[in-house]
């Protein structure tokens, strides 16, 4: 409308692409879907910068699922949110009384995008309250705590997805079921290494450099490459041996910059990783007995691009982001709505923790060989 200014805190772009999302979103209303169809109400749990800038817009994209609700510890943030997406006060939750949602009706999903020390605290009131529980990775801050995770979810008969977001791409579902079609021979070995440079002027309170909200390069990035040596293979690590080449001590206090590991894998399959907050790393080949494929990068939010020692050419399939997250809670979404299991389970995420937990042994014990727990 003439004269309406923007929310608090909006530019004039950020208006433009919002009013775009929001016209493609109108052309998924629930009518469009169907007679009888529903739209999955998501409330977001953390309102930071993958919630702000990938989530919510992808939100307005999605066809099987809406943005019905917010959470967070921050109340400063509510005013431009809900003028932003138009929540009401009654969808509004804090850290703290998260479990009245389960009186509310417009809300199915509670998708956890915390610091990695609210996940499974949140993930447990969400599952009592009756709510699906979505939540980013690494799934909690250890094994034992994604265990209490998928127990109560079990128990509550709520499904529990982790945003592994790459399972949702179609290039890497391609890699996926080539683990079991081996079109270029038997896995002889895989590369995997992720990270990006961070901190160059200082820390500024950042999370990610505090131990006691789980922060470090293995949590925020050795995920991708533990995930990713693990559908490329489709089999689970026996042993893994990790280093910790944290260089910057003064800044990454009590958490890893670098972590360089080995993962040990049956029929004789190793996969080498490198993760880490001081390098900028993106890259995933699997090397065979004839041939090889990669991907590069493998693990970006759009751009996904691979190819293969026949000349093969994987190129991106889904476009700009934030299409990727819009796929991955379509996806999600679905398996609700059709009383399925989602693609990416609680189960998903307990594994790559059980291998965290065993390189973080490692590594405080300068890269001794450490078996790996099994489910």
């Given amino acids: 409308m003439a004269g309406e200014r923007n929310p608090p805190g909006w530019t004039r772009r950020e208006a433009l692409q919002s009013m775009a999302l929001a016209g493609a979103a109108a052309a998924w209303s629930p009518r469009a879907l169907g007679r009888g169809q529903r739209r999955i109400g998501v409330a977001l749990a953390g309102l930071g910068h993958y919630s702000r800038d990938l ?24 005013p431009e949110w809900q003028g932003r997406y138009g929540i009401p006060d009654r969808n509004v939750y804090s850290y703290d009384d998260l479990h009245r949602i389960a009186d509310d009706p417009d809300i199915d999903v509670v998708y956890i ?16 309250a009756g709510k699906h529980v979505w939540c980013e990775k690494p799934m909690a801050m250890d094994a034992a705590e994604g265990a209490e995770m998928l127990k109560a979810c079990r128990d509550n008969r709520v499904q529990l997805a982790i945003g592994y ?54 949590y925020d990035m050795g995920v991708y490459c533990i995930n990713a040596a693990r559908y490329c293979t489709g089999m689970e690590p026996l042993a893994v041996q990790a280093w910790d080449e944290t ?3 003064d800044l990454f206090k009590g958490v890893d910059e670098t972590i360089r590991f080995r993962l040990e894998f049956p029929e004789d399959i190793v996969a080498e990783c490198v993760t880490s907050f001081g390098r900028n790393l993106n890259t995933l080949q699997v090397d065979c007995e004839r041939g090889w494929y990669g ?54 995420g307990l594994a790559d923790l059980r291998v965290v937990d065993a390189a973080f042994a490692s590594a405080r014990a300068d890269g001794k060989r450490v078996e790996i727990a099994q489910g």
């Fill in 247 to 249: 260089a910057r001590r």
């Fill in 165 to 218: 977001r790459m399972q949702h791409e179609p290039n890497t579902r391609r890699f996926m079921a080539m683990a079991k079609e081996r079109p270029y021979g038997r896995i002889v070995k895989l590369r995997a290494d992720a990270g990006w440079f961070g901190w160059r002027d200082g820390a500024d309170g950042a999370w990610r450099l505090d131990p006691a909200r789980g922060g470090g390069a293995m």
């Fill in 55 to 78: 989530l919510a817009p992808a939100l307005q994209l999605t066809r099987h699922c809406r943005l019905a609700g917010l959470v967070t510890g921050s109340p400063d943030k509510l």
């Fill in 113 to 128: 995008v915390t610091p990695n020390h609210l996940h499974k605290p949140l993930a447990l009131v969400a599952a009592a």
């Fill in 295 to 348: 991907m590069s990068p493998f693990q970006g939010y759009e751009g996904n691009r691979g190819r293969a020692s026949d000349g093969t050419v994987f190129e991106p399939q889904l476009g700009a982001r934030p299409r990727m997250q819009a796929e991955q809670m379509d996806q999600d979404a679905l398996a609700i709505l059709e009383n399925r299991g989602p693609r990416v389970p609680g189960e998903e």
